[in-house]
């Protein structure tokens, strides 16, 4: 199935530093949404973007509705260690479906 | 509010065998997903339902699988028979109506078909 092109796949981070990543797609959505997933879990819903060119906060957790209504970022700053967990962005279509990118995977470094 | 209730959360079956998982939405939630998510992948939707009605089962694998939520409240995903390929995490999520895009999702069943 079609899948969201997002990056990176996976990235270590330190405590306090800040993070970024990013979701593209060739097609427009009407909604952009950003979801953590911890293992064993289903996803939890970080930040809902309805509008090109919001930008939204939740905490430390800032995101962006991309212009062209076909990308979409997420920043993280100053992580601690339960920032870790695989994060997801999903376009929403104006069927009500979503769909999902690959995720990116947080992790610490050792 | 009592989030999306899923089970069993584990399920481990030899191949040929049917299964099947069960899902509870956030109440007055109307619309109902099931998604299957591989590993290292992202949930892919398998079928959408609006109160009891399927309104998108076109990623359905309908040779096998089969989905029913007949009073527009709970709903069950059956697989008969299951296959090596189907092991994988079966996520529900629920919404509030049509329009509405924030999709709560529930925990999940992890199948291990052997």
Redesign the interface.
């Known amino acids: ?1 079609q ?2 092109n ?1 990056s990176p796949q996976s990235m270590f981070i330190q405590e306090g530093e800040d993070v970024s990543m990013n979701c593209t797609s060739s097609s427009i959505f ?2 952009w ?1 950003w ?1 953590k997933q911890d293992p ?6 970080l930040i ?1 973007l ?1 509008k090109a060119g919001e930008l939204t906060s939740n905490g430390r957790l800032t995101a962006q509705f991309g212009i062209t209504r076909k990308d979409s970022f997420l920043n993280i700053s100053a992580s601690i260690p339960s920032d870790v967990g695989i994060y ?1 962005c ?1 376009g ?1 279509g104006s ?4 769909i ?4 990116t995977k947080l992790s610490v470094k050792p | 509010e009592a989030g999306v209730v899923q089970s069993p959360r584990y399920k481990i079956i030899e191949k040929k065998q049917p299964v099947a998982f069960w899902c509870n939405p956030i109440s007055g939630h109307n619309t109902l997903y099931w998604y299957r998510q591989n590993l290292g992948q992202g949930p892919e939707l398998l079928i959408r339902y609006e109160n009891e009605e399927a309104v998108d089962d076109s990623q359905l694998p309908k040779d096998r699988f089969s989905a029913e939520r007949l009073k527009g409240v709970d709903s069950t995903l059956k697989i008969q028979p299951a296959e090596l390929g189907d092991s994988a995490v079966y996520l529900c999520a629920s919404k509030r109506a049509i329009g509405a895009d924030t999709q709560y999702f529930g925990p999940g069943t992890r199948l291990t078909v052997l």
């Open positions: 199935g899948q969201l997002q009407n909604t949404l979801y064993g879990e289903g996803p939890v819903l809902a309805y997801f999903a929403g069927q009500g479906n979503l999902f990118g690959k995720g």
